[in-house]
């Protein structure tokens, strides 16, 4: 009877710790960002300013949003066995397919199923095709991060590719 009453108060510590640390992270989450300092107004409580050139302002300030919840999704076929070369010509040439995609975006995830015989080889495969959309397309993938997976249902050879990309927006700046 003491055996089953240890368990149990084993149990509820980890359940207490579990949700401990739940709590942690839904309160990091839910942080404010720092507030941003007031700018100084010139001629109010300073010396004579010196006169600086000051930037022309820019009517949108740039401001990224996140990365957008819904992929654009690329399936196509390569050789498991081709050299690091051929795969990066055959990714460069299946994706420029969807360039209208593509064109001026930046991926910041991209999930990649690879199926090549076993999971290890579809996993490998998949992280091939990552390297090779990265040196083929620098300013669309250098920086996304990536996931590699194996697809047990595609024939050997085949990609299928999610990639989600940076959503940015464009609002006015709070001098225009």
Same mark, same amino acid.
């Given at each position: 009877? @003491?055996?089953? =009453?240890? @368990?149990?108060?084993?149990?509820?510590?980890?359940?207490?710790?579990?949700?401990?640390?739940?709590?942690?992270?839904?309160?990091?989450?839910?942080?404010?960002?720092?507030? &941003?300092?007031?700018?100084?107004?010139?001629?109010?409580?300073?010396?004579?300013?010196?006169?600086?050139? @000051?930037?022309?302002?820019?009517?949108?300030?740039?401001?990224?949003?996140?990365? #957008?919840? /819904?992929?654009?999704?690329?399936?196509?076929?390569?050789?498991?066995?081709?050299?690091?070369?051929?795969?990066?010509?055959?990714?460069?040439?299946?994706? =420029? /397919? *969807?360039?209208?995609?593509?064109?001026?975006? *930046?991926?910041?995830? &991209?999930?990649?199923?690879?199926?090549?015989?076993?999971?290890?080889?579809?996993? *490998?495969?998949?992280?091939? &095709?990552?390297?090779?959309? =990265?040196?083929?397309?620098?300013?669309?993938?250098?920086?996304?991060?990536? =996931?590699?997976? *194996?697809?047990?249902?595609?024939?050997?050879?085949?990609? @299928?590719?999610?990639?989600?990309?940076?959503?940015? #927006?464009?609002?006015?700046?709070?001098?225009?």
């Amino acid at each position: 009877m @003491s055996g089953r =009453r240890g @368990s149990v108060t084993l149990l509820a510590g980890w359940l207490f710790a579990d949700l401990l640390l739940g709590l942690t992270i839904i309160m990091l989450g839910a942080q404010a960002p720092p507030p &941003v300092p007031a700018k100084p107004v010139a001629g109010k409580g300073t010396a004579t300013p010196s006169p600086s050139p @000051s930037p022309s302002p820019s009517p949108c300030a740039r401001q990224i949003t996140g990365v #957008s919840a /819904k992929p654009v999704k690329v399936s196509f076929r390569v050789s498991p066995g081709a050299s690091d070369a051929e795969m990066i010509a055959r990714v460069k040439r299946e994706l =420029r /397919k *969807h360039k209208k995609h593509l064109a001026g975006r *930046h991926a910041g995830m &991209v999930l990649t199923f690879g199926a090549n015989g076993g999971a290890g080889d579809g996993v *490998h495969l998949a992280t091939r &095709v990552n390297a090779a959309a =990265r040196k083929g397309f620098p300013g669309i993938f250098q920086t996304a991060a990536t =996931r590699n997976f *194996h697809d047990l249902a595609a024939p050997s050879g085949s990609i @299928s590719m999610e990639i989600y990309f940076v959503s940015d #927006s464009c609002s006015p700046t709070p001098e225009s």
